[in-house]
């Protein structure tokens, strides 16, 4: 009940096609849907994030659809890039006894062709 | 400004030696956690704090030991090296001013013990 199931593990895409990631929760007491970019040797990096309040967020290229229904989230990159070349973590978050708790997806190694 | 600041970046061990890990963060956040990240298991919480002096168990403590004696600095020992124990390490912080916030990781620490 505390997993965050990610798909696909792994990603090619041309330049300028559309990226999706897909994300799937179970506990309906998560509140919090972030997505996290990972450079190779660096840490994640936080990209966008949604509140269950909304069906859709988007930040330029980055979309989150989210349905609440079917507890499931999703990632969009349009137009995507070389340069969004990147691995990508969904996570769900919720309050735990003194902080936040956050379950991350397995993530998704994205690569975008030239 | 630097944020989190992970040390040591890379660190070899054998089986049986001790390290320690340290995470300093000059964000003046509360909450700090340790990360280990795994191939195809994503990010895994290790030990968090909620503030100078506190610590707790996140998902997979065993074999880990922590301590914040300082607002801003959270290290992370291991007493005894195992194989297993080979991983890349994130810390991360945030503060609860806002609600639930954004996770700053750290450029990470890779782990190998042989």
């Known amino acids: 009940q505390q997993q965050v199931k990610q798909s696909p593990q792994s990603l090619i895409v041309q330049k300028g096609g559309i990226s999706i990631i897909n994300c799937a929760y179970e506990?309906?007491?998560?509140?919090?849907f972030p997505w996290y970019q990972q450079f190779p040797g660096k840490g994640p990096a936080l990209l966008i994030a949604?509140?269950?309040?909304?069906s859709e967020k988007k930040e330029g290229r980055f979309t989150i659809s989210f349905n609440k229904s079917a507890k499931q989230f999703s990632l969009h990159i349009m137009d995507s890039q070389p340069g969004d070349s990147a691995t990508y973590f969904c996570a769900a978050s919720m309050y735990f006894p003194g902080t936040y708790k956050y379950i991350f997806g397995t993530g998704t190694r994205l690569k975008v062709l030239a | 400004n630097a944020g989190v600041t992970q040390t040591p970046k890379f660190r070899v061990l054998k089986t049986g030696q001790s390290m320690t890990l340290l995470c300093a963060q000059d964000m003046n956040h509360e909450y700090m956690y340790w990360y280990r990240q795994d191939p195809g298991m994503g990010l895994r919480l290790i030990h968090y704090?909620?503030?100078?002096?506190?610590?707790a168990k996140g998902e997979v403590p065993d074999g880990y030991n922590v301590s914040r004696l300082k607002k801003q600095n959270f290290l992370l020992g291991l007493e005894s090296a195992a194989p297993s124990q080979t991983s890349v390490y994130f810390c991360?912080?945030?503060?609860?001013?806002?609600?639930?916030?954004?996770?700053?990781f750290g450029e990470g620490s890779r782990l190998t013990v042989l």
């Open positions: 991360a912080s945030s503060s609860p001013d806002r609600g639930v916030g954004e996770l700053f």
């Open positions: 506990n309906t007491a998560f509140d919090y």
């Open positions: 949604i509140r269950p309040d909304v």
């Open positions: 704090s909620v503030g100078e002096g506190t610590t």
